[in-house]
């Protein structure tokens, strides 16, 4: 997706503010229209994302699977996610945004229906790739879009709300899908979605005007191929080692070996990477890398998302199996700090626009330091009232490195690497929340089997404490970034 003047609803022009004299002070009615749009629809995917987490119980019964059979309906989801987003740079560049809203949002409320009428397991795994599909496609397309039309003073601001449908939806989907069984069968979860899911398509349909020309970009399909065995082993590996081995303490044979095929199909696809951008054609351009405040803030997002995938998987362990609380009780008690994240977004977008990340950043930090060591001391006995109450604080603190790291690293890439560093963060998100998971779940099982279950939350948290250590010395090189013209960047 280029960022040339395109015609809009009115047949004016929308002129990408990506460039230094396409930056005016206010946002036109349409482009408000258009990220309005895409928010609500990437806030719908996101939500369904993590919806199924509390379900896997009930599912096992209902459709008759083992325990390690129903975790694919989550880790396909995974690997979709962290195969298909890679390939988003390409699809961003080479269609309109219109055929983009539409394919992501097509593939998503097809998926969702035919999850709603799934007679088994095979059909309701195959529904939730198709939905996997889409999800994967509509963050990159509005952080790309939010790049090319908001002018720089405002960006902050406007990614704020980004952070609405990252960490509130998330947050909602346990509380969500609480609700639904506590009342309905597990399709609900489904059938309240697609209602939405349609009305946005239909918005969509309507109102979303093209941003820029489509380009004619070559596919090289050795990249698309190795993206599988790269990405999709990564995450595989890791979703076995933080839980998918049937309660075994330690990685098994195949996580092992995911791993390794994960890491070996990783160094051929950046090499590959490397190769083609030689001839100005790779999947997925890796020179966003050359800026350093990029660099510095996918690092940042990296362990951020740690520590808050962390926190979403031992949170709900604890409280469940410690504290003995429902489903839905758990999911009530994490809904204040995924609420508190979200809406403290926008006016942390604004504060960034006006003071810039680094007081945001290092503020944060500190936070998500300080709650996680709190979590680490958690026993038995704890309140529940002192829990959430660290949650809301570990929720504020994310918030305040989600918008200052997703505007500081993108706002320097000239508008050819839009779409791709949109990708390349989006991808490090996928990959990092994994790793979270897998590591601090599998120093959980194996110090509760061996010490109690509080020992092992005790164990896991103080392994998130020292790797949010590192947030607090990349928040220290925050500084604020200038917007690139079209001229200007690593060629």
């Known amino acids: 997706m280029s960022t040339e003047v395109s015609p809009n609803a009115s047949g004016q022009s929308v002129k990408a503010a990506?460039?230094?004299?396409?930056?005016?002070?206010?946002?036109?009615?349409?482009?408000?229209?258009?990220?309005?749009?895409?928010?609500?629809?990437?806030?719908?995917?996101?939500l369904n994302e993590t919806i199924m987490n509390v379900a896997l119980q009930r599912l096992m019964v209902e459709l008759q699977v083992d325990a390690p059979t129903v975790q694919w309906l989550s880790t396909g989801f995974m690997l979709t996610m962290a195969v298909v987003i890679p390939t988003t740079g390409f699809i961003l560049q080479s269609l309109s945004t219109r055929a983009v809203f539409m394919l992501a949002m097509g593939l998503f409320a097809g998926g969702t229906a035919l999850?709603?009428?799934?007679?088994?397991?095979?059909?309701?795994?195959?529904?939730?790739?198709i939905q996997a599909g889409g999800t994967a496609i509509m963050l990159p397309l509005l952080m790309t879009t939010i790049l090319t039309l908001v002018p720089l003073a405002k960006r902050g601001a406007v990614?704020?709300?980004?952070?609405?449908?990252?960490?509130?939806?998330p947050a909602m989907g346990p509380t969500v899908s609480g609700l639904i069984l506590e009342h309905f069968t597990w399709r609900f979860m489904f059938v309240f979605v697609l209602p939405v899911a349609l009305a946005a398509l239909a918005i969509g349909a309507k109102y979303l005007t093209n941003?820029?020309?489509?380009?004619?970009?070559?596919?090289?399909?050795?990249?698309?191929?190795?993206?599988?065995?790269?990405?999709?082993?990564?995450?595989?590996?890791l979703s076995q080692i933080g839980g998918g081995h049937g309660g075994q303490a330690g990685p098994g044979p195949v996580a092992i070996g995911a791993l390794i095929i994960g890491v070996a199909g990783l160094a051929a696809f950046v090499l590959r990477q490397l190769r083609l951008q030689k001839a100005e054609a790779p999947l997925l351009d890796l020179r966003a890398f050359n800026f350093?405040?990029?660099?510095?803030?996918?690092?940042?997002?990296?362990?951020?998302?740690?520590?808050?995938f962390g926190g979403v998987i031992l949170l709900p362990l604890y409280l469940q199996e410690i504290r003995g609380l429902g489903s839905l009780e758990t999911g009530l008690a994490l809904l204040p700090g995924g609420l508190a994240m979200g809406l403290l977004g926008p006016v942390i977008g604004?504060?960034?626009?006006?003071?810039?990340?680094?007081?945001?950043?290092?503020?944060?930090?500190?936070?998500?330091?300080?709650?996680?060591?709190?979590?680490?001391?958690?026993?038995?006995?704890?309140?529940?009232a002192w829990i959430v109450t660290l949650h809301v604080g570990l929720s504020f603190g994310l918030a305040l490195?989600?918008?200052?790291?997703?505007?500081?690293?993108?706002?320097?890439?000239?508008?050819?690497?839009?779409?791709?560093?949109?990708?390349?963060?989006?991808?490090?998100?996928?990959?990092?929340?994994?790793?979270?998971t897998a590591l601090l779940v599998s120093i959980f099982a194996v110090v509760s089997a061996a010490s109690g279950l509080v020992a092992g939350m005790s164990a896991a948290f103080m392994t998130a404490t020292v790797i949010a250590l590192a947030a607090v010395v990349l928040s220290s090189m925050m500084r604020k970034t200038e917007g690139a013209g079209p001229a200007h960047g690593a060629h």
């Open 292 to 308: 350093r405040m990029f660099t510095v803030s996918v690092l940042l997002m990296v362990v951020a998302m740690m520590a808050l």
């Open 115 to 129: 999850a709603a009428v799934a007679p088994g397991f095979e059909l309701l795994l195959l529904a939730r790739i």
């Open 18 to 46: 990506g460039t230094k004299s396409a930056a005016p002070e206010k946002m036109s009615r349409e482009s408000v229209t258009i990220i309005s749009t895409l928010l609500v629809a990437t806030f719908v995917v996101i």
């Open 159 to 169: 990614m704020g709300n980004v952070s609405i449908a990252i960490s509130v939806a």
């Open 211 to 237: 941003i820029g020309e489509a380009e004619k970009t070559k596919l090289d399909a050795v990249s698309v191929v190795l993206t599988v065995p790269a990405f999709g082993g990564l995450v595989y590996g």
């Open 350 to 384: 604004r504060l960034f626009d006006r003071i810039g990340p680094l007081p945001l950043t290092i503020t944060g930090s500190i936070l998500m330091v300080l709650a996680l060591w709190q979590f680490s001391m958690l026993d038995a006995g704890t309140s529940v």
């Open 401 to 436: 490195l989600f918008t200052p790291a997703f505007t500081t690293g993108l706002n320097p890439l000239p508008p050819h690497l839009y779409s791709h560093g949109s990708a390349i963060m989006s991808t490090t998100q996928q990959v990092a929340g994994a790793a979270g």
